[in-house]
């Protein structure tokens, strides 16, 4: 429980909320990051300028916090492990039709029965990776 930060963790699901809702209403979008970078890589006319400012604004917001609230972040698994686990995420996005943004703030809020289902999902896996790695394996 020394991790726990119930205030910022509201402030950022609020912020998280609010980011999807005006992009679904402002241009009738889903923030699913998996959808939206694939429409990054795989451009139509007019889908490009949107979801690049998405995409910057997902890396420029925690760069733009560090400078108020500086913070130390540590990763603990070697990078091929990480370049693996990168790997398994976007084929797992593509097996799920969409990523946990997508299905678990967006299509939940929606009730997607598919989205419901995904999230359940998703949550298991990542239950069960966690209790096999620090419990199981010790990593």
């Given amino acids: 429980m020394e991790n726990f930060t119930p205030v910022s963790g509201l402030v950022g699901g609020l912020l998280i909320g609010a980011a ?10 889903i923030a699913g990051i998996s959808g939206i970078m694939g429409g990054v890589l795989n451009p139509r006319k007019g889908e490009t300028v949107w979801r690049i400012a998405f995409l910057a604004g997902l890396i420029a917001a925690p760069m733009l916090y560090a400078l108020v609230a500086p913070v130390e972040i540590t990763v603990a698994a070697p990078l091929p492990l990480l370049a ?4 398994i995420v976007g084929f ?5 039709s969409g990523c946990t943004s997508g299905h678990g703030v ?5 009730l997607s029965w598919r989205s419901v289902i995904a999230t359940i999902t998703f949550m298991g896996a990542g239950i069960a990776t966690v209790f096999i790695t620090h419990h199981l394996v010790g990593i």
């Avoid at 809702?21 to 402002?26: G, W």
């Avoid at 693996?84 to 790997?87: H, I, S």
């Avoid at 797992?92 to 799920?96: A, D, H, V, Y």
């Avoid at 967006?106 to 929606?110: A, D, F, Q, T």
């Fill in 20 to 29: 999807a809702a005006l992009l679904l209403l402002a241009n009738g979008r």
């Fill in 84 to 87: 693996a686990a990168g790997l």
């Fill in 92 to 96: 797992g996005t593509r097996l799920g």
């Fill in 106 to 110: 967006c299509g939940v809020s929606r």
